[in-house]
């Protein structure tokens, strides 16, 4: 078999190396996304943490308001027993305990609310202690993928140079007219080239008349897909293998034979054709 035409060979060297120069790039892209994507998580657990430190001390501020109030009404009662001892009528004493009464149940009601905010509190201390302990860990992980990212791009914009001096050897060697078609597809289809494989173009699937398919075959010529435009190349080893002749089966065999006997003429059929 003849060798592939000088600028078929480069073309299908040059679509590897845009395949491997985009996968670099998307890979040099991602890393800081996935960076961000974790500092994002980040910043929502200390987020978090900070809304419990919040609490806690907004839960200290109201307990101590309910103390205060506590304490107020306590004063009140005091009071309203001192009087107690120096009314002169029923009414006046009935009115003091009235508002002892009423100070009383104030307290109950600020005790309670003491009792709610002191168990709230605990809850947020719990949770506060959860929350800085995943902070702790997710700050350890950012960091680390933040030195992986470093070192990996670092090793990517390496290869990346690399393939990209590859790219530019490969440009140089081809003919212009082919390139700038070759440019022209890649801008509108991704891929410039397909392999030709059993009469079909495998890329987009359309079939392809037998002279062209013979053309294509040889390598010899920069052939494209009528309904695509890429460039068609040829490689024998995908090249499906033809299918075996089917066998007849033995029921099939033997309809045919006893077709073929009833066909020929019996002894006295003979005698009585000669008569």
Known sequence: MLPMHPDL???KSLQEVDAEIHRLNDEIAALPRRVAVIEAKLADVKAQAEAHKAAIKDNELNRRKQEHEIQGEQQKISKYREQSLDVKTND???ALMHEIGFAE???RSAEDRVLQTMVEAERHERELKQTEAEFKTQSADVEKEKAEARQRTQQDEKELAEWQGKRAELRQAITPTVLEHYDRVVGVRKTALAEAIAQKCSACHVMLRPQKYDEIR???QILTCDSCSRILFYDPAHEPAPEAPKKKSKRKKSSEAEAEAAEEPTTA?????VH
């Open 105 to 107: 149940q104030n307290i």
């Open 92 to 94: 006046q004493y009935k």
């Open 269 to 273: 059929d003979a005698a009585a054709t």
């Open 9 to 11: 060979e480069k073309l």
């Open 218 to 220: 040889s390598n010899q």
